[in-house]
Nanobody, 121 residues
Framework: VQLVESGGESVQTGGSLRLSCAAS????????MGWFRQAPGKGREGVAA???????SYADSVKGRFTISRDNAKNTLYLQMNSLKPEDTAMYYC?????????????????WGQGTQVTVS
């Protein structure tokens, strides 16, 4: 399974970004997909996840601002991020697993992308 993130960049507070995660064929629709982030000196935090049935979960810190979605035909996962804050600054990772009990726990994910940097100032 290969995951390649893109879309990270530097933006001003209040701005928006859309991250993309291009995955191997048949991954997006069949497995649990998650977005995680890691700021310098901090642990990896679950941001949003979507399972194969389309059930979605968000971290409290991003509810109402971030939206996870997927395009099965394009094998691509997205994270729309609005009303960005400086505390959203982090490396953002896409990850997948066959199944998860806690979809926002990084320990449950097997495959990871290399990450894309988001900086909000």
């Amino acid at each position: 399974v290969q995951l390649v993130e893109s879309g990270g960049e530097s933006v001003q507070t209040g701005g928006s970004l859309r991250l993309s995660c291009a995955a191997s064929p048949n991954t997006i629709s069949n497995y649990v997909m998650g977005w995680f982030r890691q700021a310098p000196g901090k642990g990896r935090e679950g941001v949003a996840a979507i399972d194969s049935n389309g059930s979605i979960s968000y971290a409290d810190s991003v509810k109402g601002r971030f939206t996870i979605s997927r395009d099965n035909a394009k094998n691509t996962l997205y994270l729309q991020m609005n009303s960005l804050k400086p505390e959203d600054t982090a490396m953002y990772y896409c990850a997948t697993s066959y199944s998860c009990v806690d979809v926002l726990s990084s320990n449950e994910y097997i495959y990871w992308g290399q990450g894309t940097q988001v900086t909000v100032s």
